[in-house]
């Protein structure tokens, strides 16, 4: 660009005249629209639109479907964790209710061996004091033989102390006699 004596800036060289190749007047821009509008109406024709609707529809109907089992299975899992908690709160009451029966049972135990002891107690005692009243028995028979046994010694001791031969002779002729007399 030059520059003008006045401040004005003028153009100079040439303009390059640029030729498009055309078809029927139309150049390529056009027939990439012409092409464009084609396409367009070939799916159009082919209603490509109520298919992809219809494609578009049968997912949604999937998905909603999923939606509609997972809601179901989220309400069937809520049911089943219901359920367990009560289980586990009827299993917690069970348990306690067998602790308690068992520290019962184990009181009725005790009870009972605290009496069964009792009575082996005094079971013991009179077998001791019975067998002590017999030992005591025991003893006054043996005593009581000892005594007589001593008694019968003595007795014979002052028997052949006092009667001689003669004293027996008599004695004897005695019974004798008496013998006669009994028939």
Same mark, same amino acid.
């Given at each position: 660009?030059?520059? %003008? #004596?006045?401040?004005?800036?003028?153009?100079?060289?040439? *303009?390059?005249?640029?030729?498009? #190749?055309?078809?029927?007047?139309?150049?390529? #821009?056009?027939?990439?629209?012409? +092409?464009?509008?084609?396409?367009?109406?070939?799916?159009?024709?082919?209603? *490509? #639109?109520?298919?992809?609707?219809?494609?578009?529809?049968?997912?949604?109907?999937?998905?909603?479907?999923?939606?509609?089992?997972?809601?179901?299975?989220? *309400?069937?899992?809520?049911?089943?964790? +219901?359920?367990?908690?009560?289980?586990?709160?009827?299993?917690? !009451?069970?348990? !306690? +209710?067998?602790?308690? %029966?068992?520290?019962?049972?184990?009181?009725?135990?005790?009870?009972?061996?605290?009496?069964?002891?009792?009575?082996?107690?005094?079971?013991?005692?009179?077998?001791?004091?019975?067998?002590?009243?017999?030992?005591?028995?025991?003893?006054? +028979?043996? *005593?009581?033989?000892?005594?007589?046994?001593?008694?019968?010694?003595?007795?014979?001791?002052?028997?052949?102390?006092? %009667?001689?031969?003669?004293?027996?002779?008599?004695?004897?002729?005695?019974?004798?006699?008496?013998?006669?007399?009994?028939?």
């Amino acid at each position: 660009m030059a520059e %003008h #004596p006045q401040g004005m800036k003028t153009q100079t060289g040439t *303009v390059e005249l640029h030729h498009e #190749p055309s078809a029927f007047g139309i150049t390529a #821009p056009g027939f990439v629209a012409i +092409a464009m509008l084609i396409v367009l109406g070939i799916v159009l024709y082919k209603r *490509v #639109p109520a298919m992809i609707g219809k494609m578009l529809d049968a997912r949604i109907d999937s998905i909603r479907t999923q939606l509609d089992q997972a809601t179901a299975l989220r *309400v069937e899992a809520e049911a089943e964790l +219901a359920a367990a908690k009560a289980r586990n709160a009827a299993s917690e !009451a069970d348990a !306690a +209710a067998i602790v308690a %029966h068992a520290e019962a049972e184990a009181k009725d135990l005790l009870k009972k061996a605290e009496a069964d002891a009792k009575e082996l107690t005094k079971r013991r005692a009179k077998m001791a004091e019975d067998k002590i009243a017999a030992a005591e028995r025991t003893a006054i +028979a043996e *005593v009581r033989a000892k005594a007589a046994q001593a008694a019968a010694a003595a007795a014979g001791a002052i028997i052949a102390e006092k %009667h001689g031969a003669d004293a027996d002779k008599a004695l004897v002729d005695q019974a004798i006699a008496g013998l006669g007399r009994l028939n």
